[in-house]
């Protein structure tokens, strides 16, 4: 875990065409045949893609679009508020094929998920223990679904969509990597160490409370 941002700003992003991510999770499947993955071998891994690659299937408005990424909310949220933004890029889809030349493009999808933080913090009006209002930045390190996106994400994670053992360890473990940490290894060390293994065995282990440590459920 970790975090990449506290609760702050945010936002051109209010829903995009019908896509969802976070491990586990698929999106709604159709739209053609995508191309062959082995990582990604349902169409509807594909969403994000379709997404990105044609800005005019986002079709909800207060979607943000500019020519390096999209912004929209996870249609299947894993928190209270769980927004999705999502790299242009055509052939970027996980963090391990970052290099230190992304950098200014991981600086831009910083800027554009905190100002979505803020557009949802001010139409917030929730009576939650304020979790659902502290957001996290980061990349799964072996997403679930096809293209580069970071999740902007709060830390209650209670969201409807958070229903199975593998979602909730896919944010509550090392399993999601903050943008900070991932930005960092690219300034040291010129790329992204990704052990898809040993980040998938996370998500199988016991159940620990991202937010103070103990056991069990949070």
Same mark, same amino acid.
Request: net charge positive.
């Given at each position: 875990? /970790? %975090? $990449?941002? =506290?609760? #702050? &700003?945010? *936002? @051109?992003?209010?829903?995009?065409?019908?896509? /969802? %991510? $976070?491990? =586990?999770? #698929? &999106?709604? *499947? @159709?739209?053609?045949?995508?191309?062959?993955?082995?990582?990604?071998?349902?169409?509807?891994?594909?969403?994000?893609?379709?997404?990105?690659?044609?800005?005019?299937?986002?079709?909800?408005?207060?979607?943000?679009?500019?020519?390096?990424?999209?912004?929209?909310?996870?249609?299947?949220?894993?928190?209270?508020?769980?927004?999705?933004?999502?790299?242009?890029?055509?052939?970027?889809?996980?963090?391990?094929?970052?290099?230190?030349?992304?950098?200014?493009?991981?600086?831009?999808?910083?800027?554009?998920?905190?100002?979505?933080?803020?557009?949802?913090?001010?139409?917030?009006?929730?009576?939650?223990?304020?979790?659902?209002?502290?957001?996290?930045?980061?990349?799964?390190?072996?997403?679930?679904?096809?293209?580069?996106?970071?999740?902007?994400?709060?830390?209650?994670?209670?969201?409807?969509?958070?229903?199975?053992?593998?979602?909730?360890?896919?944010?509550?473990?090392?399993?999601?990597?903050?943008?900070?940490?991932?930005?960092?290894?690219?300034?040291?060390?010129?790329?992204?160490?990704?052990?898809?293994?040993?980040?998938?065995?996370?998500?199988?282990?016991?159940?620990?409370?991202?937010?103070?440590?103990?056991?069990?459920?949070?």
């Amino acid at each position: 875990g /970790g %975090s $990449g941002a =506290g609760g #702050g &700003a945010g *936002g @051109g992003s209010s829903q995009g065409g019908a896509a /969802g %991510s $976070g491990s =586990g999770s #698929g &999106a709604p *499947g @159709g739209g053609g045949k995508p191309p062959p993955d082995p990582r990604f071998p349902h169409a509807s891994l594909h969403a994000l893609h379709r997404l990105a690659m044609d800005p005019s299937k986002i079709t909800s408005p207060g979607a943000h679009v500019d020519e390096l990424c999209i912004c929209i909310p996870d249609v299947y949220p894993k928190s209270v508020h769980h927004g999705l933004v999502v790299a242009r890029e055509r052939g970027l889809d996980t963090p391990s094929e970052l290099t230190p030349s992304h950098l200014p493009l991981l600086s831009h999808m910083r800027r554009v998920a905190m100002r979505w933080i803020w557009q949802v913090a001010q139409g917030h009006t929730g009576s939650g223990d304020g979790a659902e209002l502290v957001f996290r930045l980061g990349f799964h390190a072996v997403p679930s679904m096809r293209q580069l996106h970071l999740h902007a994400i709060g830390t209650d994670l209670r969201g409807a969509n958070m229903k199975r053992k593998d979602h909730f360890m896919s944010f509550a473990t090392p399993y999601f990597m903050p943008l900070d940490q991932v930005e960092a290894q690219l300034r040291e060390q010129g790329r992204v160490a990704v052990d898809a293994a040993a980040a998938n065995q996370l998500l199988k282990g016991p159940i620990v409370c991202h937010r103070c440590g103990a056991a069990g459920d949070p």
